[in-house]
């Protein structure tokens, strides 16, 4: 099953997955099943659980859509994340919208691999839930910490997070290869397409980044990472 990385390494990534009972994490591995998607939807808003998953190579991309047909870009998973825990324990129908985006290999739990691994065993069951917990800790922290922060420094964190997740270096640069539109970016700061594009220029103007067809790079990653902490705007950003 291996290629550059087995599913086992790439799973280990997740501090979650490491922390897990060997008997758990070995079973995940055993009954878990690898499929690869292709610009496929995993399972859309209303759906019914169809298991939890790990995303082993490519790009997942979570988005959820308000009654007002607003969408919001909650998540661009990386390899070794999990999603679609929720529904796995509440057993209520989908909340949101995951899609590959180009070839993505993903693990998937399905409802009866997920029961067996969960039956007989209180613990196993509340190895899942801690993950629920988890992504839902890491949600509130967000909103917490970025609710009233300028967008020029919400913007340099999530640029910083992508390119942690999804970044290659390129000498002195990290490039961010995704196939990211400036609408979708702009849905995760919550602000639209045209704010996002000013403060993008803001930022190029600064010599942080430079915007190119299908892709983003990060000139200073330093000068980008200092943003990203910052509470105030520099001058330039004013």
């Known amino acids: 099953m291996a290629t550059s990385e087995t599913v086992r390494e790439v799973l280990a990534r997740n ?3 490491r922390a897990l009972p060997g008997a758990l994490a070995a079973g995940i591995l055993e009954q878990g099943m690898v499929r690869t998607l292709i610009d496929e939807v995993v399972y859309a ?18 988005i959820q859509t308000t009654a007002q047909g607003r969408s919001a870009l909650l ?18 129908p989908r909340t949101s919208d995951a899609l590959a985006v180009g070839r993505a290999r993903v693990l998937q739990l399905s409802p009866a691999v997920f029961r067996r691994l969960t039956a007989e065993n209180s613990d196993h ?24 922060l300028p967008l020029p420094v919400r913007l340099a964190q999530r640029l910083v997070g992508l390119a942690q997740a999804h970044g290659r270096r390129e000498g002195e640069t990290v490039v961010i290869g995704l196939r990211l539109s400036q609408e979708s970016l702009a849905e995760t700061v919550g ?4 704010t996002l594009n000013r403060t993008l220029k803001g930022l190029e103007a600064q010599g942080l980044i430079s915007v190119g067809y299908g892709a983003l790079t990060i000139r200073d990653p330093a000068g980008l990472e200092a943003l990203a902490r910052s509470r105030t705007l520099p001058e330039g950003l004013r």
Request: with cysteine; charged share 20%; proline share 6%.
């Open 15 to 17: 501090p979650w997955f």
């Open 45 to 62: 808003a209303g759906d019914p659980p169809n298991g939890l998953f790990a995303l082993i190579s490519g790009e997942i991309r979570v």
């Open 125 to 148: 069951y509340a190895a899942f839930a801690r993950l629920v917990c988890e992504q839902y800790r890491k949600a509130m922290d967000y909103i917490v910490t970025t609710a009233d």
């Open 191 to 194: 602000v639209s397409r045209q």
């Open 75 to 92: 998540m661009i998973a990386s390899p070794g994340v999990w999603f679609g825990e929720a529904a796995m324990i509440d057993g209520l």
